[in-house]
């Protein structure tokens, strides 16, 4: 094994295993034997956990939120500032959008030599209204200047990073998220039946839109199709959709989250993700 000299820290908002965080995690169990990685998030989670295989250090800040809060956000800065330049990282690897705003503008305060952001989807584009998407546009411009590379997933973000923020094209690169095609393969001599089963993975938040969905299947059921739906993920919205549209007939499952996605996949005939937008969708 070859000593690990250079210093990587790579900045999550979330600790899940969704498709943003298992970036991190396929680059670090890669990788994990020629550099010393360490990972800054919010709080403890399935990602800090699956990290421990490849001897990885985390690093928790509460005020990492996924709101814009003045307070916290400064707090935040503050506080990544600090642990990056006590730590003295080599290079810096953000993600999402105001995490990656509040990491780069702090390792460039903290004369960090490469600083990198992997783009999941820009927010702007997005934006509810034009106040927010020129709001989410001028951050994401003001972090041009403190990013060395940028790394996109498909052609629209690189598209969007050289022609609206201004990016030089060779600061930009495009990475597509990979599939391990032999792992998720087709399940031999699956059994099929006569109830058609649908399957989502993926955050139960609003840019996912599981509400749609489970609206649609509602009325399926309701109009005597024979369907059956599996949302498995986690997110703040799982308690109130749960309650909402949890049925006794087992039509419609919240499984949670789960580290067997392989073979729920396999068993299923299905797969529908309802996003309002996404960047590179791993989970397709």
């Not at 307070?71 to 290079?91: P, Q, R």
């Not at 059921?221 to 309650?243: A, C, I, R, W």
Request: proline letters at 3%; one cysteine or more; a positive charge.
């Amino acid at each position: 094994m070859t000593a690990r000299t250079t210093k990587v820290l790579h900045l999550q908002l979330l600790p899940l295993l969704s498709g943003v965080q298992r970036v991190t995690l396929n680059e670090i169990s890669a990788l994990y034997t020629d550099y010393d990685y360490t990972l800054v998030c919010s709080k403890k989670g399935p990602l800090t956990k699956a990290l421990l295989e490849y001897d990885v250090d985390c690093h928790c800040i509460p005020e990492l939120t996924r709101e814009i809060t003045v307070k916290n956000d400064f707090k935040a800065l503050f506080k990544l500032y600090k642990f990056i330049k006590k730590e003295k990282f080599d290079i810096v690897h953000t993600h999402s959008s105001k995490t990656g705003i509040l990491g780069r503008v702090a390792a460039k305060l903290a004369r960090v030599g490469k600083v990198i952001h992997t783009v999941h989807g820009f927010s702007f584009p997005a934006a509810s209204s034009k106040k927010s998407y020129y709001l989410y546009f001028f951050m994401e411009w003001i972090a041009k200047f403190f990013t060395d590379k940028l790394i996109v997933l498909n052609v629209d973000d690189e598209y969007i990073a050289i022609n609206k923020l201004k990016f030089k094209r060779d600061k930009v690169f495009l990475i597509p998220n990979g599939v391990d095609t032999d792992k998720f393969s087709p399940l031999e001599n699956k059994i099929y039946s006569s109830t058609l089963n649908l399957v989502m993975v993926g955050r139960l938040s609003k840019q996912k839109d599981p509400e749609t969905l489970l609206l649609a299947v509602e009325k399926l059921l309701n109009e005597n199709v024979n369907v059956k739906l599996t949302l498995v993920g986690d997110g703040e919205l799982k308690e109130q959709l749960e309650s909402r549209f949890k049925r006794q007939d087992g039509r419609i499952i919240f499984h949670g989250w789960s580290d067997n996605i392989v073979n729920i996949l396999k068993v299923n005939d299905l797969f529908i993700l309802p996003s309002l937008w996404e960047g590179m969708p791993l989970a397709i």
